[in-house]
């Protein structure tokens, strides 16, 4: 598919998801909105992608929604009631379902909304020279589902601060990683892409069909307590024993070669 707002690439076994609004600090609009959609069912779909890297265009990452065009067209944020009400929602890869490890790389500034991509993303690294703070009670908005999504992966206290404090404290990619927003600082900034492509590569290496089983494990037992939490994942374990792949991994080890794994099911 042919996008507006959005770099679909794939380079060797990664698929790339590049926001590309670089004008606009890479702000949301209603038309990337629904480009995103498409977007990450597309590369989950793709039995050539094995993983997927989500990063930015320019001196930004993502900085929420598009506010000069909801303060501009009459409409403004009336056009999301709907959808966030019914918590209908497609934008980011956790939303969609996408059963493949994604990794956000953060370049430069991440605010507001775009920290909807670094709660839902598998694996999260930032350029040294990344700044995160969160606007939305600088402008009259409420913090919500992406402080929700930040408090599963670091400190309430934390995402406390950033929420209310606004735009008036910028947070460091150092102290985000100390926090444990994000798990490498990569550094020269420059370097952000190679990195990601170089951790997605690794990542690729493993059986898609075992970090498939293993995503919805992980990501299942965020919404349970630890003894159902238990009960979810060892179905979730069973569920590959007798799949090719549990064959394949032990002998290519033995035989000290690299392991030709079955292509996930179709969606």
């Excluded at 497609?90 to 920290?115: L, M």
């Excluded at 040294?128 to 600088?138: L, R, Y």
């Excluded at 919500?144 to 934390?158: C, D, H, S, V």
Aim: aromatic share 8%.
């Amino acid at each position: 598919m042919s996008y507006e707002h959005l770099i679909v690439e794939r380079h060797g076994p990664v698929g790339w998801l590049i926001n590309n609004r670089p004008d606009q600090l890479n702000a949301m609009n209603n038309a990337m909105r629904d480009e995103f959609v498409d977007a990450w069912l597309e590369l989950d779909a793709d039995p050539d992608v094995r993983v997927i890297v989500h990063t930015g265009e320019g001196r930004a990452f993502q900085t929420g929604v598009d506010v000069s065009e909801i303060a501009s067209d009459g409409v403004g944020m009336e056009r999301y009631r709907e959808s966030m009400e019914s918590f209908d929602l497609h934008f980011t890869a956790w939303h969609q379902g996408v059963r493949k490890p994604v990794i956000t790389a953060v370049n430069g500034i991440c605010c507001g909304g775009g920290f909807h991509w670094v709660a839902d993303a598998d694996i999260v690294i930032a350029a040294s020279d990344a700044q995160f703070f969160d606007p939305h009670v600088s402008i009259g908005q409420v913090v919500a589902l992406e402080a929700i999504g930040l408090i599963r992966k670091m400190p309430a206290e934390a995402v406390m601060r950033m929420a209310l404090v606004g735009r008036y404290e910028r947070m460091s990619a150092q102290r985000a990683y100390e926090l444990g927003m994000l798990s490498e600082v990569v550094d020269p900034p420059e370097r952000l892409r190679e990195r990601a492509q170089e951790l997605a590569e690794t990542i690729a290496k493993n059986s898609p069909a075992a970090m498939a089983a293993t995503k919805r494990a992980l990501w299942g037992a965020l919404e349970l307590g630890l003894t159902d939490a238990c009960k979810a994942g060892a179905k979730d374990l069973v569920s590959l024993w007798g799949h090719p792949d549990q064959t394949e991994g032990p002998a290519s080890f033995a035989d000290k070669r690299e392991a030709v794994w079955a292509p996930l099911d179709e969606r």
